[in-house]
């Protein structure tokens, strides 16, 4: 019993503390926005909020508990973007209610970008370290540039799909294009708000939490931290690798669908390399493993040079780059890290003095 209570209170604890400041967030923003507060600029930045998010919390899952560097992040994205969204232009007129098609939409992205991180992962993920890096960069780039060259466009013959130009197609005059090459997928449905992503960022916490602390996520730990004495003890390596892929690549799926139906244009480029490192640069700042963190470098990050847009101007990302490289000395710096713990626990205790001194 002493054991599963251990394992349950730091569960409950980091969980629930992390659920709490969600959820007052949320409010505040939702408070805020009622009462007309809030800039054109950073209501513009709370779709994309969530959905960094979402994308450096399913990332962390392969990089901090499978201890696996991956950066094809951006390559799930982009198969969960342009499933969703040709799911929703084609299905607009038959599925008019939005509170039916966009679930559906999201589901099957997800399920679309698994499906790939489920083939990849199979001869990818007996690779490691730089090596599967550098494969799943390059698969990244691959879905990127298939996407891009992809025309899409449907007549009263049918649809018609080509990937060298739109004259390859033979599609009548009065057809209609879907998705036009570089040029990427028109008329998607914006159906994609605040509220829905953070409803679905909150759903990817508690999914994380419950897999990290789950029998799976356990397994997953020990073959991180020791390959050869998990399988020592008959754990099956590929089998968790391919779960822990295959979940970061659905929620990685998610978060493209709901990306690509907060624009009415969606375009390959978006989801280049540049990208895989912005989440991966997320997830090492917030901290490897910790869920908490990487939310919260996710928002602080994408937030820092918005805001110094009007104050400095083209030196805003000079800043920003000073301030990575300082965040990244204070994370890496044992030294600094364990003299701030000090000065924390020493403030701890202070407030609790004078908590008991007002108490009598």
Excluded: W
């Excluded at 007549?155 to 990427?184: C, Q, R, T, V, Y």
């Excluded at 624009?263 to 490897?288: C, E, P, R």
């Amino acid at each position: 019993m002493k054991t599963k209570s251990k394992l349950i209170k730091p569960y409950t604890k980091k969980s629930f503390i992390t659920y709490a400041l969600l959820i007052a967030v949320f409010t505040i923003v939702q408070l805020i926005l009622n009462f007309g507060k809030m800039s054109f600029m950073m209501q513009s930045l709370l779709v994309p909020l969530c959905v960094y998010s979402i994308l450096a919390v399913s990332l962390n899952l392969t990089v901090g508990i499978l201890g696996e560097l991956s950066l094809g992040q951006a390559g799930f994205m982009c198969i969960g973007a342009y499933s969703g969204a040709l799911f929703s232009s084609l299905m607009k007129e038959a599925i008019p209610e939005a509170m039916v098609r966009f679930p559906i939409a999201i589901l099957l992205g997800g399920l679309c970008a698994a499906l790939f991180g489920v083939l990849i992962g199979i001869p990818v993920l007996r690779l490691r370290g730089d090596y599967l890096a550098i494969v799943t960069l390059a698969f990244g780039e691959i879905i990127k540039n298939i996407c891009a060259s992809l025309y899409l466009g449907k007549d009263a013959e049918g649809f018609h799909l080509s990937i060298k130009s739109a004259a390859d197609m033979n599609m009548a005059p009065d057809g209609k294009m879907i998705i036009n090459g570089a040029l990427g997928l028109n008329g998607t449905p914006k159906d994609s708000n605040f509220t829905v992503a953070f409803i679905i960022l909150l759903i990817t916490v508690i999914i994380a939490y419950n897999f990290v602390y789950s029998r799976t996520g356990r397994a997953v730990m020990s073959i991180r931290d020791n390959r050869i004495a998990a399988e020592s003890v008959g754990l099956n390596i590929t089998k968790y690798k391919l779960i822990t892929f295959g979940l970061t690549a659905f929620l990685a799926g998610v978060a493209g669908v709901i990306y690509s139906h907060n624009f009415s244009t969606l375009q390959a480029s978006k989801f280049d390399y540049n990208m895989s490192i912005l989440i991966l640069v997320f997830v090492v700042l917030g901290g490897i493993g910790s869920i908490r963190g990487s939310v919260i470098a996710a928002v602080v990050l994408t937030l820092i040079p918005e805001l110094l847009r009007e104050t400095i101007g083209n030196y805003r990302m000079l800043f920003y780059a000073v301030i990575l490289i300082a965040m990244m000395l204070v994370t890496s710096n044992s030294k600094l890290k364990g003299r701030i713990t000090a000065y924390t626990n020493k403030l701890k205790g202070l407030i609790k003095k004078e908590k008991k001194g007002e108490i009598k």
